[in-house]
């Protein structure tokens, strides 16, 4: 997959999955293993979440079958230019003006992330003290991401709704005011078992499920003190 990485990626679109290396997001492989996990989430219902793993992983081992067998059709990979944001950056205080992205960057923080919304949000903050541009900071940094936006709070999709609610819409499919609706009824899958030579191309399946505790802020601004009151809540 490694040479080819643009049509693999390709594949993973279309079934609405992502693929990075086996140690988590901005991570990259030596041993040819990839994680691949679903892209969107708010909003999906646990059938049609499972349903879009299935689908990708089956195509893009068929994919790796062919090329196996000596097919050929893809277009390599090109690198984007540098710009002034990248991963020179150290903390989110670096950005001082309105973030430009290089040439090719494809996330979905630089496709709304416009002059207008930076000039209403950048000094803002959630009620949680987590700010507007330690929100965009990895994806200034990383300007290979995805989306490269991260909620510190609840209220962070409040506060930031300007940005948050085009990059959620465009991500997920969830539009402002949609409901979720669950669905848990493995019946509605359509997931017959992969043929043994599909099977033996995977290494390992789970289903993750996160929950976060209302009284604390999310990951990216807990402090070292939180973290042990939410250790001390949860045992």
């Given at each position: 997959m490694g040479q080819r990485k643009?049509?693999?990626?390709?594949?993973?679109d279309k079934f609405h999955v992502q693929i990075r290396g086996a140690h988590g997001e901005h991570t990259e492989t030596d041993d040819h293993i990839y994680d691949i996990s679903n892209k969107r989430r708010l909003g999906m219902s646990e059938v049609s979440l499972v349903q879009d793993m299935y689908n990708g992983v089956k195509a893009m081992i068929q994919r790796e079958?062919?090329?196996?067998?000596?097919?050929?059709?893809?277009?390599?990979?090109?690198h984007a230019d540098h710009s002034h944001v990248g991963s020179h950056m150290k903390n989110p205080e670096e950005l001082v003006s309105f973030p430009h992205f290089p040439l090719g960057t494809k996330s979905l923080l630089s496709k709304y992330l416009t002059k207008e919304v930076w000039e209403k949000l950048h000094d803002v903050k959630d009620k949680a003290g987590f700010s507007f541009k330690t929100a965009i900071f990895s994806g200034c940094q990383n300007t290979d991401s995805g989306v490269g936006v991260y909620a510190g709070s609840h209220d962070s999709y409040h506060a930031f709704a300007d940005l948050f609610d085009k990059v959620i819409e465009d991500y997920h499919g969830h539009k402002i005011g949609a409901k979720h609706v669950s669905d848990m009824d493995h019946k509605n899958l359509h997931a017959p078992p992969f043929p043994e030579a599909e099977a033996k191309l995977i290494k390992s399946t789970r289903i993750r499920v996160g929950r976060n505790l209302a009284d604390f802020p999310l990951g990216p601004a807990l402090t070292k003190e939180q973290r042990k009151e939410v250790e001390t809540k949860v045992i």
């Open positions: 643009a049509e693999f990626e390709a594949i993973a079958q062919e090329l196996s067998k000596g097919h050929n059709h893809s277009e390599e990979h090109k």
